[in-house]
């Protein structure tokens, strides 16, 4: 039963980081990978906004009883999307000089908010 569920989630993961994928194009991001993986973690998206590269966290909320998707981004998952990011620089070769922003999609109910930069850099 526990396999279920954690398909479940999975599959409505993926289809609301389609989504925030699509409304990030909109506004003029190029999307290099989504659900990158490596042995640290996982980035929801991994795209360009000009001429930084931004990892993205998606969090999609039903509803707000229990809180917001923004706050489910907390210092310990911040500190995670770090390593990743970190990981992904170094496997990709990526100059340390490369600008780096790391941003916040929140999906509640139908609606999409964009926080930019919503956390410190590297």
């Known amino acids: 039963m526990r396999e279920n569920k954690s398909i479940n989630k ?7 980081e389609q989504a925030a994928g699509e409304f990030l194009i909109n506004k003029g991001y190029r999307i290099i990978a ?11 998206i991994i ?9 993205v966290e998606v969090k999609y ?9 923004m706050e489910a981004v907390d210092y310990r998952k911040q500190n995670k999307i770090y390593m990743v990011a970190n990981y992904y620089l170094m496997e990709q070769h990526i100059s ?9 999609v929140g999906i509640l109910g139908k609606e999409i908010t964009l926080i930019k930069n919503a956390f410190g850099g590297m």
Do not use: H, M, Q, W
């Open 47 to 55: 795209a360009l906004d000009g001429d930084e590269l931004v990892f």
């Open 10 to 16: 999975r599959t409505v993961g993926s289809k609301y």
């Open 96 to 104: 340390k000089y490369t600008k780096v922003r790391f941003d916040v």
């Open 61 to 69: 909320r039903a509803s707000s009883r229990y809180g917001s998707p």
């Open 34 to 44: 989504y659900n990158y993986r490596c042995k640290l973690g996982e980035i929801d």
